[in-house]
């Protein structure tokens, strides 16, 4: 079975600082993916970042990135320059390749204190 | 740039009661997804569908709980005989699939509040 965990269930920033939030997983897969989604108040989740589990390279998406610890099983989101449009519910997920669902962690909600 | 739509955002229901929970999604993607969140609980997979038929479901999605897709655009979650404790965010949501890997987009998810 496969579990993610994220131990913050709130975190919170000053506008134009960086955080990072953490998320640990345990799978006996091999093949895998890791995603950082968020969800604003009363909105969709909205697909962040995403990283391959046979890719060393963490992955970027401008403000957004990972710090993957394979071997650890370790998957943290950090977000650079925080902006006020950051604060949302951040969960993380894992998806098996080959398999349907996602496993999601209890998420993290992020509040960005102007 | 399309989007997941679910209605409606918010359905109460008395207990017992049949429920039918609606999705529309992204109208070139083949696989969807219900998904259900207990307040102040994780996001939990409920079942998966491609091909007409469902692909996978969780230890949750038991016989109150079944999905269909009747037309070429809806996905419906149709609960029977609803319990106190199916009172829940439920997230549709869909993906292109394919050999290349397609991550799944959600949509607003509808609050359902059993009474």
């Known amino acids: 079975a496969q579990t993610v965990t994220q131990s913050q269930p709130e975190m919170s920033v000053q506008e134009a600082e960086t955080v990072t939030l953490s998320c640990t997983y345990d799978?006996?897969?091999?093949?895998?993916?890791l995603f950082w989604y968020k969800q604003p108040p009363s909105r969709q989740m909205i697909l962040v970042i995403r990283?391959?589990?046979?890719?060393?390279q963490n992955a970027t998406e401008n403000r957004f990135s990972v710090n993957f610890q394979k071997a650890a099983k370790s998957f943290s989101l950090k977000i650079s320059d925080s902006q006020l449009g950051d604060a949302a519910m951040y969960f993380c997920?894992?998806?098996?390749?080959?398999?349907?669902?996602?496993?999601f962690g209890q998420g993290t909600r992020l509040t960005i204190n102007p | 740039e399309p989007e997941v739509t679910q209605t409606p955002s918010h359905q109460v229901t008395q207990m017992g009661q049949e429920v039918i929970l609606r999705c529309v999604p992204i109208?070139?993607?083949?696989?969807f997804y219900w998904y259900r969140q207990i307040l102040g609980q994780k996001v939990e997979f409920l079942v998966s569908?491609?091909?007409?038929?469902?692909?996978?479901k969780s230890e949750i999605f038991d016989d109150q709980f079944s999905v269909e897709r009747p037309d070429g655009s809806n996905f419906t979650l149709k609960i029977r005989s609803t319990k106190l404790e199916d009172s829940a965010m439920y997230f549709c949501?869909?993906?292109?699939?394919?050999?290349?890997?397609?991550?799944?987009?959600f949509g607003d998810g509808t609050r359902l509040s059993i009474l």
């Open positions: 799978t006996s897969e091999s093949d895998y993916y």
């Open positions: 949501a869909s993906t292109l699939g394919g050999a290349n890997f397609q991550p799944q987009h």
């Open positions: 109208s070139n993607h083949l696989y």
């Open positions: 990283q391959e589990a046979y890719k060393q």
């Open positions: 569908f491609y091909n007409n038929e469902i692909s996978e």
């Open positions: 997920a894992l998806l098996i390749q080959g398999a349907q669902k996602l496993v």
